[in-house]
Each structure stands twice: as structure tokens, then as C-alpha cells.
């Protein structure tokens, strides 16, 4: 079993930036899919990106060149930095984690587990 806990969301201006982090109580948690998502109210979630055993980085095309997706072997915990943000980064973000080495696909219904999720809201 593992738990997510994501933090680090907020506000910010067009052009921004923000990290967001996900510990993971899994010790070996960095062994596997983890992944970031997104939604907005009356959407359905959105893939972010995603990172394999390997450090092996996938992205969604709205947010490749602006976002970093990168993990921390040592204590298990994700991270997602945002730069060049803009007004349509705003949503919910959520950690995800999958039981495989690798990440085949950035799709919602193939992740089992998922943190609380952490607001990020960008103003023009």
C-alpha cells in the first residue's frame, strides 16, 4: 500500500512559477509510474506528465518546454516545476501512482492510487 501527499500549490501571476511535491510513504516508491494530473470543475482529469524507474520524462503537449517532472530516489518524493506559467495551469493537481516500471500511457482510469490534490490558481 502507499499514501501521496501533495503540497506546495498557491497563486501566481502569468509568467510564474511554482513547485509542487508529492511524498510518497512507499520506501521504494521511486521504483515505479508516478505521474501528475489536472482538473478543473465539471472536467474530466488531465494528464501532466509522467516519469519511469529510469527518470524517463513524458508530457502533455499544453505544458512540455514549461514543465520539469523529476523524483527523489532517496525519500520517495515527486516533484512537479512549473515555469512560464498561464491563466489555463489552473486546476487541481494531483499525484498518481502506478504499479508498473514504466509509463505506458498518461490516462486517469490506469492509476490506482491518488493524493488529496493541491490548488494552483494563475492570474493574469
Known amino acids: 500500500q502507499v499514501q501521496l501527499v501533495e503540497s506546495g500549490g498557491g497563486s501566481a501571476q502569468a509568467g510564474g512559477s511554482l513547485k509542487l511535491s508529492c511524498a510518497a510513504s512507499?520506501?521504494?516508491?521511486?521504483?515505479?509510474?508516478m505521474a501528475w494530473f489536472r482538473q478543473v470543475p465539471g472536467q474530466e482529469r488531465e494528464g501532466v506528465a509522467a516519469?519511469?524507474?529510469?527518470?524517463?520524462?513524458m508530457y502533455a503537449d499544453s505544458v512540455k518546454d514549461r514543465f520539469t517532472i523529476s523524483r527523489d530516489s532517496a525519500d520517495n518524493t515527486l516533484y512537479l516545476l512549473m515555469n512560464k506559467l498561464k491563466p489555463e495551469d489552473t486546476a487541481a493537481y494531483y499525484c498518481?501512482?502506478?504499479?508498473?516500471?514504466?509509463?505506458?500511457?498518461?490516462?486517469?482510469?490506469?492509476?490506482?492510487?491518488w493524493g488529496q490534490g493541491t490548488q494552483v490558481t494563475v492570474s493574469s
Open positions: 498518481a501512482y502506478r504499479g508498473l516500471y514504466y509509463c505506458p500511457v498518461l490516462k486517469a482510469s490506469e492509476f490506482a492510487t
Open positions: 512507499r520506501n521504494d516508491a521511486s521504483q515505479f509510474c
Open positions: 516519469i519511469d524507474r529510469s527518470g524517463r520524462p
